[in-house]
């Protein structure tokens, strides 16, 4: 019998944070959960694409979007479930059980809660924001989601656009979503590069934007600005 589970990784110059991601994921291997790892990646100028091989990754190259990576990444994937997670997302121990529980409920995709590496009061702040946000439906890509090929597939996957791509794939998983036990540990890098509330209030803004219709490449040029 074939393991249950394909993981899908978007990069761009991840070399750094990859190594402890797929480490974390060594427990999910060791219970017979993971079929493959696809790295998709979106260019990069770094060691990125050999340590992706280096784990025993199938590296994708393509241009970087990370719902164009996301939906090219799912595209190859073989297993009846898929596992997305982002490349500076660390899953704690113990996630291995919650997955495997979920396998029986093929029609529900699942989220995972967050938390930071680093931020002390702010950081858990902002991660109890982003866990209320999704118990209302709205997970972001940081929280890592697991979804069968067959669901993938009913809402139509991942947009390919610059930016909000998990957004959209959460509102055409309206209704379907379950929030598990599991900690998603992310870096807390950038919120601490550029305050955290400036980046959550930017992100906030985008989320907003979003909503209101402004268009995704408005959005995308704005966001790296």
Not at 161 to 176: H, N, Q
Request: aromatic share 8%.
């Amino acid at each position: 019998m074939r393991a249950p589970i394909s993981v899908i990784i978007p990069t761009l110059n991840a070399a750094e944070q990859l190594p402890r991601c797929l480490n974390a994921l060594m427990e999910g291997l060791e219970a017979g959960l993971i079929r493959e790892l696809i790295v998709s990646d979106g260019g990069s100028t770094d060691a990125t694409g050999a340590t992706a091989q280096a784990w025993g990754a199938e590296v994708l190259h393509g241009p970087p979007s990370r719902g164009g990576q996301l939906r090219r990444g799912c595209a190859a994937a073989r297993a009846d479930w898929l596992l997305i997670l982002h490349a500076d997302t660390v899953l704690q121990p113990g996630w291995a059980e919650a997955l495997r529980a979920h396998l029986g409920h093929p029609q529900r995709a699942a989220w995972f809660r967050l938390s930071f590496d680093n931020g002390g009061l702010a950081g858990r702040v902002v991660a109890g924001w982003a866990n209320l946000r999704s118990r209302f439906g709205l997970p972001y890509g940081d929280q890592g989601l697991l979804i069968s090929s067959a669901l993938y597939a009913k809402v139509g996957g991942y947009p390919d656009v610059p930016l909000m791509e998990d957004v959209a794939l959460a509102r055409a998983l309206k209704g379907k979503l379950t929030g598990l036990p599991v900690i998603a540990q992310t870096s807390a890098e950038k919120y601490v590069r550029q305050g955290w509330i400036r980046r959550g209030a930017r992100n906030l803004w985008t989320l907003i934007r979003y909503f209101a219709g402004v268009d995704v490449g408005r959005l995308a040029a704005s966001y790296r600005r």
